[in-house]
């Protein structure tokens, strides 16, 4: 009997060994509270930079896009390092949220010393942080380039999704919804959901828009809520103040049956993602694709998948826009570099380099207006190629998104009253 | 017959090539693409922009290799010295609660580590073992060992004692005995724990994402967001890369230590 | 007394490591799907999670889906598994060993090659725009693209069956192989006298001499693919997903809430493929008394 007594001993150590760890390890979090960096927000600018120089940011961002990361590292990591001596490392994720639920578990864990300085954030996954008191501090209103060429009280930039960011995010890039075309084959584009009925009537089968909860797809339905229920403006107050909203939708949900019968495969199936309903517009399947991105289709076509015909539009009545930002999280390491970087990423230099196609070619956060003639210049020279609209056209054709709460009402209400009709 | 049983040989064996390497032409034009419209079979024009970015300094390419490989064959060692003496006595030796050992061995090959690591996860944040190459080798060691235990009993369970025995009485000492009698014997077993303990831990995606937490990147980190949407010629060029790294790094493994051992081997036995 | 304990100590570094690292994970795992987590303030031990878990469509949809994934991956994996090993086998001629063993490797690529590698060969051959619906094109039997079925990222997981059952069936091959080569050729000259042919060769002398190694392991298929992550990530679509997604799911899902919710998931997969791990290790000891046993 003496050899199973001494086998279960040494298991029964192990197994109380485990609960021993996870006890000490959860004592010595509970000691000492935010030892944050207030310092850095009260210090003045040159004492920023002189704290900044010699650390590495890590800055965290979807990976997936190959402009995305020339940008940062071809453009921006090499001049960050030469002028502020700041080491600037791109972190690649498959999904923002994964970096939100990073943090939401070091902040569990009492994590004071994480690994992300700076990260790409906007809608639902800002409101996540938010929530959760991920972020920092209010550090953007303290960066000269905000106080110099950010219009701040803009509602496009003042608030994310509806959510105030109250400076805890800095804005970075501006995307809009717009819709590509090929002009060889559809001569008179679709500028309203009233043109867009008639036209798939004539045209059936060439057209269909992404399934939500797809990114693209979530934001046509939002889109065609503005355009079949009179506007923005009613729903800019948060969803649980909304009332009656039912029957108000109702009129989106009849306008998305009724084209139904006309889309591509009759609607019985919708393509899941906007790179398929791509790759459907790139083989001729469908006529019209679209994307939250207006250099998309010039891209695409730069890089050989669209044909050289396409072109793309927006609605008279405007397409939705929306900011992203940069954000500093509670437990990044290097607080003051990460101020640096961004400051430095919104610099008008910076932000003209990323709207040319040749680096990126994602719109600018900063103001137009308040680049000095110099810069309005140089912006105004970029080629964007013939499938972007030019900046005027977008700038005047904008509507500002829905408040985070509604995508996922609106993404369940067209599972029950479209998907399933 | 004969000559049916020569037509259904060749007949499979096409079959089985085909099955096999298909599968790579589309992924090989994919990664030289530019602009693959459908229905072309064969792209219509080539280009070298999905190699040139994965290959250029700052896509971070090689260093994530070097990660990936460095991870995987510190944890093989690991594994190959945890392993040896459990093997040694699971594969020669009856004795009681044996069963229960193996059960706990054999366990983590179908029960996946996620799971332990997602259960563990906030002890990991504060053992500090997140974010860092030594967390990511640790939470390695969970799918991988059990492989290489698996394998080294096999070859323990036919090594038997005589041989060690007849050893000791011509007076080899313990180590020689292990260095000239054993291991020559456990070659095959090591080689293919070791292969299996590399391949399992080059493919873990969701354990190192959970644990490294994009400080550690492994080139299933890298390549994940390209081909799940991203761009699908770097995503092909990627995965090429991938597939290359994991038959070099089996072919490297087989080669050291057949080549190390080999000498041995023909000298001694 | 010091002998008898030998074995013990021997096995105390694996057996202690995977102890904390794999047995000590699981139970954190579980306390906290029980509602006990520190963490996020929660002291209470109860079963609301599961109760919740269990009263939800989301997740029988999921259990559903990832059975049949599962069953119809193993299955088919099984059946090509024996047919291209006793193929080898029957087809296999003497001599020429270098080039066997070359061909040997070459058989063994797939399970070389990384299962997000493999899944991702899938999209691109299977996709409604892939290779091969461009061949079917060119040969003049599709005209659309519409034409072609959609079978990636298609609520049957008719990509997910496609990516195991090629990736899987060289690991079955290469498990029962082995049997193989231990029945000696002979066996088929002598069964040949008796009037059997090839058909009854292997229905009545290799099928049941097979039978033990190849159930335990499609079992141990069955149980991979039922608890692998990284394939129906890729490959699956938004719903429903497969037991493994949901979990990372909810886990990510932001919220501190969700996350006993996505532990109980996981302690009810891990639940399901111990039963499966066990009855694959039964039966392959009830078959084979002295077999080496297949894993």
Known sequence: MKRPKFFYLIAGFFILAIFLAGCAGQKGNEQGKSAGHPNVLKANWQDVLSQAKGQTVNIYLYGGSESTNNYIDNWVAPRLKKQFGVQLNRVPVNDTKDIINKLVSEKQAGKKDGSIDVMWINGENFLMSKKNNLLWDSFSPKLPNVKKYVNQNSPAIKNDFGEPTQGVEAPWSQAQFVFTYDSNKVKHPPKSAEALKQWVKQHPGKFTYPAPPDFTGSAFIRNMLYETTGGYKQYLKPLDKQTGLDNIVKALWNYLNAIEPYLWRKGETYPESASKLDQLYASGAVWLTMGYDPAHAANEVKDGRFPKSTRTFVLKDGTLSNTSYLSIPFNSPHKAAAMVAINFMLSPKAQIAKSDPENWGALMAIDPNKLSSKGQKQLNAIDRGKATLPSKVLANHRVPEIPAGYVDYLEKGWMEHVAKH | ?269 | MWPNIKPYIYVLPTAGVLLILFVGGLIEGLIQSLGYFPAAGQYGFSLDYYRQLLSSSDFWDSLILTFRIALLSSLSAGVLGMFVSVCLFMLKRPGSGRKNQIWQRFFQLPLIVPHLVWAYLMVLLFTQSGWLSRILASLGWIHHINDFPVLVNDSFGGDIIFTYAWKEAPFIALMIYPVLLRIHGSWFEASRVFGANRWSFFREILLPLLMPTWISSSFIVFAFTFSAFEVPFLLGVTYPRMLPVLSYNLYTSGGLEARPEALAVNVILAVIVSILGVAAYRLSQRWSMDEQGGW
């Open chain 2, 1 to 269: 017959m004969r000559r049916i049983g020569h037509f259904m040989h060749a007949a499979v064996t096409i079959i089985l090539l085909i099955a096999i390497a298909i599968p790579f032409i589309p992924l090989f034009f994919s990664s030289f693409s530019h602009g693959w419209r459908w229905p072309e079979v064969i792209p219509h024009a080539f280009s070298l922009r999905a190699w040139v970015y994965v290959f250029s300094g700052n896509s971070g390419t090689w260093e994530a290799v070097w990660t990936s490989l460095e991870i995987a064959f510190i944890v093989t060692l690991i594994n190959l010295l945890l392993a040896l003496p459990a093997a040694n006595v699971l594969g020669r030796l009856r004795f009681r609660g044996k069963w229960l050992i193996e059960g706990l061995i054999y366990a983590p090959i179908i029960i996946p580590a996620f799971i332990s690591v997602m259960g563990m996860y906030i002890s990991f944040i504060r053992l500090g073992l997140t974010d860092s190459v030594t967390g990511v080798i640790v939470a390695h060691i969970i799918p991988t060992l059990p492989y290489m235990v698996r394998a080294l009993i096999v070859s323990y369970s036919t090594l038997g004692f005589q041989w060690e025995e007849q050893g000791q009485m011509l007076g080899a000492s313990g180590f020689q005995r292990f260095c000239y009698i054993v291991m020559p014997h456990l070659m095959p077993g090591i080689v293919a724990g070791a292969s299996l303990s590399i391949l399992v831990s080059l493919s873990q995606y969701l354990v190192t994402f959970l644990v490294g937490g994009g400080q550690v990147m492994t080139l299933p980190l890298i390549l994940f967001p390209f081909i799940s949407g991203g761009d699908p010629a770097i995503g092909s060029a990627y995965t090429l890369i991938f597939a290359g790294m994991a038959a070099f790094a089996l072919f490297l493994m087989d080669f050291l230590l057949k080549r190390y051992y080999g000498k041995k081997v023909t000298v001694h036995l």
